[in-house]
């Protein structure tokens, strides 16, 4: 691949936003058609077809139908991050295409489904646990996106190992490889650490199960379980807040 | 079809329900003819089977115990590459917070390799970065990186042909755990390659499945032969490691 010579790119906070308008704006927005494979296609994972009639879904199509309300609750959750002010034009561009590639993984798994169930609808604790806040700003916007793919990367992340079927786990290897890539690119521009974004190796901590969640119940960033530092930086500024607002109070008394 | 409305249920029985209506009126009426077997069936139907046959699993063969360690051998040697276009580029970064960077991306990188080659047994071209990439891919730009765009650049490229690799491997590896950890190591990279792509600035993915294009050339990938040597002459003359010729 020959590198075309330029001049130095200067990275600042500013940059590491940039980037995901620029590519909004000058890249393809590939509109990736959803991919409709055939129930039971190639999908059926070896020993999964014997005894009662939930058995002999295959473990593939068991998965999808877990997966599916997740996918679908990361759509409804960018909606409500693009339903706000705080996102600039290019920025909510980009946004869309996340929202879409995830349309997209719901609709290939669709695909895969058992022909006699009923197609799940979108989680509704996960996409309430994952939706920014109205009024949120844009760095709570983007940090509430980012901890919602990391955690949809991990869920996918740990099934992986369940699968007899090859091809599937390949082609959910793709999603969540996505998915780890735009937690990343939310990441970045909300100006998270470098070296929590970029792990030695992809984590399955945090992932999700449809349901698992009661409404309320929070499940903490990928991040958060690992780095402790963070954890205690984020208890100082707790308390600075705190006696910044005391001392406020003070001042208006 | 808004699929992403609450309460909305789409039943795919419905839709079949609705097309195979007329099917069963006719098969009614054929039924009730005492002319022998409905048209286009001659016979008693073949019973169906409730519960389909299981497929008994079968062991591996040698020649695919030892592609998995032709695979694990070639994901070492790009981890060396990775971690030595690192080493030997990733230290001209004048952007400080990608030079730390470079420095940690190695180290993780050695790790990895120590990992795979683990599990490759006794392999030619094992412990070296991967000679055909180095010899294709970096030494055609070595006098070109000579600043922090092309050095990323690079290392995007050899990121994301980790990942493609690796995720093709997913297809292949026989043991299941063994393919989720290639999907750890392969998602790492393309994290590194978010974030070092676009000359180190970023970028972001535009489709919903990562792309395979950066797959490693067949020579990539160091094999072994398993073709039993001929009468007289040493196991070890059987065995051609591509990769280092």
């Given at each position: 691949?020959?590198?075309?010579?330029?001049?130095?790119?200067?990275?600042?906070?500013?940059?590491?936003?940039?980037?995901?308008?620029?590519?909004?704006?000058?890249?393809?927005?590939?509109?990736?058609?959803?991919?409709?494979?055939?129930?039971?296609?190639?999908?059926?994972?070896?020993?999964?077809?014997?005894?009662?009639?939930?058995?002999?879904?295959?473990?593939?199509?068991?998965?999808?139908?877990?997966?599916?309300?997740?996918?679908?609750?990361?759509?409804?959750?960018?909606?409500?991050?693009?339903?706000?002010?705080?996102?600039?034009?290019?920025?909510?561009?980009?946004?869309?295409?996340?929202?879409?590639?995830?349309?997209?993984?719901?609709?290939?798994?669709?695909?895969?489904?058992?022909?006699?169930?009923?197609?799940?609808?979108?989680?509704?604790?996960?996409?309430?646990?994952?939706?920014?806040?109205?009024?949120?700003?844009?760095?709570?916007?983007?940090?509430?996106?980012?901890?919602?793919?990391?955690?949809?990367?991990?869920?996918?992340?740990?099934?992986?190992a369940?699968?007899?079927?090859?091809?599937?786990?390949?082609?959910?290897?793709?999603?969540?490889?996505?998915?780890?890539?735009?937690?990343?690119?939310?990441?970045?521009?909300?100006?998270?650490?470098?070296?929590?974004?970029?792990?030695?190796?992809?984590?399955?901590?945090?992932?999700?199960?449809?349901?698992?969640?009661?409404?309320?119940?929070?499940?903490?960033?990928?991040?958060?379980?690992?780095?402790?530092?963070?954890?205690?930086?984020?208890?100082?500024?707790?308390?600075?807040?705190?006696?910044?607002?005391?001392?406020?109070?003070?001042?208006?008394? | 079809?808004?699929?992403?409305?609450?309460?909305?249920?789409?039943?795919?029985?419905?839709?079949?329900?609705?097309?195979?209506?007329?099917?069963?009126?006719?098969?009614?009426?054929?039924?009730?003819?005492?002319?022998?077997?409905?048209?286009?069936?001659?016979?008693?139907?073949?019973?169906?089977?409730?519960?389909?046959?299981?497929?008994?699993?079968?062991?591996p063969?040698?020649?695919?115990?030892?592609?998995d360690?032709?695979?694990?051998?070639?994901?070492?040697?790009?981890?060396?590459?990775?971690?030595?276009?690192?080493?030997?580029?990733?230290?001209?970064?004048?952007?400080?917070?990608?030079?730390?960077?470079?420095?940690?991306?190695?180290?993780?990188?050695?790790?990895?390799?120590?990992?795979?080659?683990?599990e490759?047994?006794?392999?030619?071209?094992?412990?070296?970065?991967?000679?055909?990439?180095?010899?294709?891919?970096?030494?055609?730009?070595?006098?070109?990186?000579?600043?922090?765009?092309?050095?990323?650049?690079?290392?995007?490229?050899?990121?994301?042909?980790?990942?493609?690799?690796?995720?093709?491997?997913?297809?292949?590896l026989l043991d299941a755990d063994w393919r989720q950890t290639m999907?750890?190591?392969?998602?790492?990279?393309?994290?590194?390659?978010?974030?070092?792509?676009?000359?180190?600035?970023?970028?972001?993915?535009?489709?919903?499945?990562?792309?395979?294009?950066?797959?490693?050339?067949?020579?990539?990938?160091?094999?072994?032969?398993?073709?039993?040597?001929?009468?007289?002459?040493?196991?070890?003359?059987?065995?051609?490691?591509?990769?280092?010729?």
């Amino acid at each position: 691949m020959p590198i075309e010579p330029t001049e130095p790119a200067t990275t600042s906070g500013t940059d590491r936003r940039a980037f995901l308008t620029r590519s909004a704006a000058g890249g393809a927005l590939v509109a990736t058609a959803a991919t409709t494979g055939f129930a039971g296609l190639g999908l059926v994972a070896a020993g999964a077809q014997e005894g009662t009639a939930d058995t002999r879904r295959s473990i593939n199509q068991q998965y999808v139908l877990g997966a599916i309300p997740l996918e679908l609750a990361a759509v409804v959750a960018y909606d409500a991050a693009l339903s706000g002010d705080a996102l600039s034009g290019d920025l909510a561009t980009t946004l869309r295409r996340f929202q879409r590639n995830h349309q997209d993984v719901a609709a290939d798994l669709t695909g895969r489904a058992h022909a006699d169930d009923d197609i799940p609808t979108a989680d509704p604790a996960v996409a309430a646990q994952f939706s920014p806040p109205a009024g949120a700003d844009e760095a709570a916007v983007l940090t509430t996106l980012a901890s919602l793919e990391e955690a949809l990367s991990a869920t996918h992340l740990g099934a992986i190992a369940t699968f007899e079927d090859t091809s599937f786990a390949k082609v959910l290897s793709q999603f969540l490889t996505v998915e780890a890539q735009q937690a990343v690119a939310l990441g970045r521009a909300a100006e998270q650490p470098l070296d929590a974004l970029t792990p030695a190796i992809a984590s399955t901590d945090g992932g999700l199960e449809a349901g698992q969640l009661e409404a309320g119940q929070t499940v903490p960033s990928p991040a958060a379980l690992t780095d402790d530092e963070s954890d205690e930086e984020s208890e100082d500024d707790a308390e600075t807040e705190a006696d910044a607002e005391t001392d406020s109070d003070d001042d208006a008394n | 079809m808004d699929t992403t409305t609450p309460g909305h249920v789409t039943s795919r029985r419905s839709v079949l329900a609705a097309g195979t209506a007329g099917l069963a009126a006719t098969a009614l009426l054929a039924a009730c003819s005492d002319d022998g077997p409905a048209p286009g069936l001659s016979g008693t139907p073949v019973p169906t089977t409730e519960v389909p046959p299981t497929v008994p699993p079968r062991d591996p063969t040698e020649a695919q115990l030892q592609a998995d360690r032709d695979t694990f051998a070639t994901a070492s040697s790009l981890e060396l590459l990775a971690a030595d276009v690192y080493r030997r580029f990733g230290v001209d970064f004048q952007d400080p917070e990608l030079l730390a960077a470079a420095e940690r991306f190695a180290t993780d990188h050695e790790a990895a390799a120590a990992i795979f080659a683990a599990e490759a047994g006794d392999h030619p071209g094992l412990g070296e970065p991967n000679a055909f990439l180095e010899e294709n891919q970096v030494a055609p730009v070595e006098s070109l990186l000579t600043n922090d765009v092309a050095i990323a650049d690079l290392a995007t490229t050899i990121e994301n042909s980790i990942a493609a690799t690796y995720i093709t491997a997913v297809g292949t590896l026989l043991d299941a755990d063994w393919r989720q950890t290639m999907v750890q190591h392969g998602a790492a990279a393309a994290r590194r390659a978010a974030v070092l792509g676009n000359g180190g600035t970023g970028t972001s993915p535009s489709a919903a499945r990562f792309p395979l294009s950066d797959l490693i050339a067949t020579d990539a990938y160091l094999t072994t032969s398993t073709e039993a040597p001929a009468e007289g002459e040493e196991g070890a003359e059987g065995a051609e490691g591509e990769a280092t010729e």
